[in-house]
């Protein structure tokens, strides 16, 4: 069950960051951009527990 809420998670973070960069509009980029290296940054500090990317910490 975590694993699913890990994807969902970066699914819309990752996700919609690379569909905001395909809009092809300097403001979708920047937030496409500010998205993806957001939650990448928040997953490093938080050791991937905010992001799902560590069950270990959920048992």
Do not use: Q
């Amino acid at each position: 069950m975590v694993g699913v809420g890990a994807a969902v998670l970066a699914l819309i973070g990752l996700g919609t960051g690379a569909g905001l960069l395909f809009v092809r509009k300097p403001w979708a980029t920047g937030a496409g951009l500010g998205l993806m290296i957001g939650w990448a940054l928040w997953s490093i500090v938080s050791a991937g527990y905010c992001t799902g990317l560590n069950p270990g910490l959920y048992a």
